[in-house]
């Protein structure tokens, strides 16, 4: 019989509860496609709009109400209280006992990026890897028991930069290849952060905005895969960072704003916090002023 036939057959009660069925079959199978491993994209049709920016400012007199959120970033020279970083962890006994009061000064943040970089973990034998992955473990745990409600995380590990020049030029599929295959080797460490932090500065003035976007594009893509579904917050700056304080294009600073509202879950706005770097707050700076303008406009979704 076919299915004309049948209506045909049934009554108007019949006729509606069919209806019904063959509608909620096909939700069903539409939520089906939608929850398959690899659904979606990091466009913003897929991932709406992230209009939180963290605030990493390092000026004289900045303001106390900008209307950034605030972040931790766990420097090296911090974590070791004040001491020369070493190659085994830092004192524990001073992330647990100390370090909340001295660089804190009491306060407990939200959002922690620990920032350990002279530890190596890329292209490194098997037993190094292991190693540097058990220290980062110990300081994120270290961190976990003095913070318990805190979102924490690596500044600029889970994966690696790729050293490919991807700002410049389109990296080799075998570059990439290692790449991931590098990226996969700090596992252990990824399972337990909460969030991934990837470093997507502007390096020099011949970085083209072009050419930040290719390489924005392939480390969203790494860090999503890599991360699993945790939050993803890149570091970013308005100066050049081979080139300090030297801004970037303004236009091209809102052109990174905008790419990371729609393909990330929030970014870091980093200046210099050396003493000999740091600058003056200058509430009409051009790239001040973008900034806001990005606030006011942004929509979140």
């Not at 004289?60 to 070791?80: M, V």
């Not at 098997?126 to 995380?153: M, Q, S």
């Not at 337990?192 to 390096?203: G, H, I, R, W």
Request: charged share 25%; net charge negative.
């Amino acid at each position: 019989m076919t299915l004309n036939s049948l209506r045909i057959s049934m009554n108007a009660d019949h006729r509606l509860t069919l209806n019904v069925a063959i509608s909620l079959a096909m939700l069903c199978l539409i939520a089906a496609i939608a929850a398959r491993p690899g659904h979606g994209s990091s466009d913003a049709s897929e991932t709406g709009q992230s209009c939180t920016l963290f605030d990493e400012l390092y000026f004289y007199d900045k303001p106390a109400d900008l209307p950034l959120t605030p972040i931790h970033t766990a420097y090296t020279w911090d974590i070791w209280g004040k001491g020369p970083p070493a190659d085994d962890v830092p004192p524990l006994d001073f992330i647990n006992s100390g370090y909340k009061q001295v660089v804190l000064d009491g306060e407990s943040p939200d959002l922690i990026a620990i920032n350990i970089e002279h530890w190596v973990s890329y292209n490194v034998p098997p037993r190094v890897l292991d190693e540097t992955n058990r220290k980062h473990l110990a300081v994120l745990r270290a961190f976990r028991d003095v913070f318990p409600d805190a979102t924490i995380g690596y500044y600029n590990k889970g994966f690696h930069p790729t050293h490919g020049g991807l700002d410049k030029r389109a990296a080799r599929t075998s570059v990439l290849r290692d790449w991931r295959q590098t990226n996969d080797g700090v596992r252990p460490l990824i399972e337990e952060v909460d969030a991934v932090f990837p470093s997507l500065y502007t390096n020099s003035a011949d970085v083209t905005f072009e050419g930040w976007l290719r390489k924005a594009k392939v480390y969203m893509e790494e860090a999503r895969r890599i991360a699993e579904g945790k939050p993803i917050y890149p570091y970013i700056s308005p100066f050049l960072i081979l080139d300090y304080p030297t801004p970037i294009p303004t236009e091209m600073w809102r052109q990174q704003l905008e790419f990371l509202s729609r393909n990330a879950d929030g970014a870091v706005i980093w200046t210099h916090r050396g003493r000999s770097q740091r600058t003056d707050w200058d509430e009409d700076a051009a790239w001040w002023q973008e900034t806001l303008a990005f606030i006011d406009a942004c929509q979140p979704e």
